[in-house]
């Protein structure tokens, strides 16, 4: 690529040949990047429990089981059930007998990973099959920065584990984000104080753009039959907590998608679209059968149209369509 540019300075067509390198020492990077969270891990048995917002970290949970029966299966089937619910995992990949859990704890410091799940099965249950069931199996969450281990059922691992993860995380820009905890990095924090103060200021407004609504700041409330409650647990807090969290992201995905959703006009009423969204989805035939029943003779010929296009728009990869009656000036966004 560069030789035109040499030959052309040697035959003197050109006079100034200028052409600029940049090397980044790769190694260099990793070595700073493991002082820094041994720093911090120095730091956290002292101040606040955290890891640094810069760690290194492969994911934030890994499956485990320890003693002599094999459980490889079944430590898949736990990390594959925690990806399908968004939570970066990891798991052991062999039945190695001497692996203890203070060795794991030792290896998940060093690489950043907070979190172990261990499944223990349960006495008396039959070693055969792979049904990660509460009868069957014991689930203990341990948080490793806290030095904390609770058993959690089942169904409410998923929940109790975005908890703990979208508390970690803030704690992690409360901390690390207006101030170093890092010894001896004082003066560098002095120094540079508004490096930290962008930091913050920019995941601030990242999270508030990605969840702006139409007065501002989205405003996401639990529905609890205890919200009110004088005393509410740790668990239930936490819980709460998770619930939240998932809320925003699911509904920041959909408000992306909606943005750019297509939109079918119906010259009808308001009803019309009601029944749309009260009903099962017409893309099923029960669905389409039942709105069908339902509508008016002259309504029934905006259905069948209507069902020809969200199949032409689901075939396309849309998530959602916009639906808008005309004569009730109604707008719904309807799932695909």
């Known amino acids: 690529h560069f030789r035109h540019l040499a030959n052309s300075s040697l035959d003197g067509t050109t006079c100034?040949?200028?052409?600029?390198?940049?090397?980044?020492?790769?190694?260099?990077?990793?070595?700073?990047?493991?002082?820094?969270?041994?720093?911090?891990?120095?730091?956290?048995?002292?101040?606040?429990?955290?890891?640094?917002?810069?760690?290194?970290?492969?994911?934030?949970?890994?499956?485990?089981?320890f003693g002599t029966q094999p459980m490889l299966r079944q430590r898949i089937a736990l990390a594959r059930e925690l990806w399908a619910n968004?939570?970066?995992?990891?798991?052991?990949?062999?039945?190695?007998?001497e692996m203890t859990m203070e060795r794991l704890v030792g290896i998940c410091r060093d690489q950043g990973m907070n979190w172990i799940v261990t499944l223990k099965r349960r006495a008396g249950t039959p070693s055969s099959g792979d049904q990660l069931s509460a009868t069957r199996y014991m689930f203990k969450v341990k948080n490793i920065l806290r030095r904390v281990e609770s058993e959690v059922a089942h169904d409410a691992l998923c929940d109790w584990l975005h908890a703990d993860v979208a508390e970690q995380n803030r704690m992690d820009l409360h901390t690390h984000g207006q101030r170093s905890t890092v010894p001896g990095s004082e003066s560098a924090a002095a120094s540079a104080p508004a490096a930290d103060t962008a930091t913050t200021a920019a995941a601030e407004t990242a999270a508030t753009s990605a969840m702006v609504?139409?007065?501002?700041?989205?405003?996401?409330?639990?529905?609890?039959?205890?919200?009110?409650?004088?005393?509410?647990?740790?668990?239930?807090?936490?819980?709460?907590?998770?619930?939240?969290?998932?809320?925003?992201?699911?509904?920041?995905?959909?408000?992306?998608?909606?943005?750019?959703?297509?939109?079918?006009?119906?010259?009808?009423?308001?009803?019309?679209?009601?029944?749309?969204?009260?009903?099962?989805?017409?893309?099923?035939?029960?669905?389409?059968?039942?709105?069908?029943?339902?509508?008016?003779?002259?309504?029934?010929?905006?259905?069948?149209?209507?069902?020809?296009?969200l199949e032409r728009y689901q075939r396309e990869g849309a998530a959602h369509v916009w639906l808008y009656a005309v004569k009730g000036d109604l707008a719904i966004a309807y799932t695909l």
């Not at 968004?86 to 007998?97: E, V």
């Not at 119906?266 to 679209?273: K, P, T």
């Not at 969204?277 to 035939?285: K, V, Y």
């Not at 389409?288 to 020809?308: D, W």
């Open 86 to 97: 968004g939570l970066r995992t990891d798991f052991l990949y062999n039945d190695d007998p």
């Open 213 to 309: 609504g139409r007065g501002g700041r989205l405003e996401v409330v639990v529905v609890d039959p205890q919200r009110k409650a004088r005393h509410v647990n740790r668990a239930r807090q936490r819980h709460r907590t998770g619930l939240s969290d998932r809320a925003q992201a699911a509904v920041t995905r959909v408000l992306a998608d909606v943005r750019t959703a297509p939109v079918l006009v119906v010259d009808e009423g308001a009803e019309v679209v009601r029944r749309l969204a009260g009903e099962q989805s017409i893309l099923s035939d029960a669905g389409y059968k039942r709105v069908l029943e339902l509508s008016s003779p002259h309504q029934r010929a905006y259905i069948v149209e209507l069902r020809a296009l």
């Open 16 to 65: 100034d040949v200028v052409c600029v390198g940049v090397q980044i020492p790769l190694d260099m990077v990793v070595e700073e990047m493991a002082r820094y969270q041994q720093q911090v891990l120095s730091a956290a048995a002292l101040a606040a429990p955290t890891f640094g917002l810069w760690t290194r970290k492969r994911c934030d949970v890994v499956v485990a089981s």
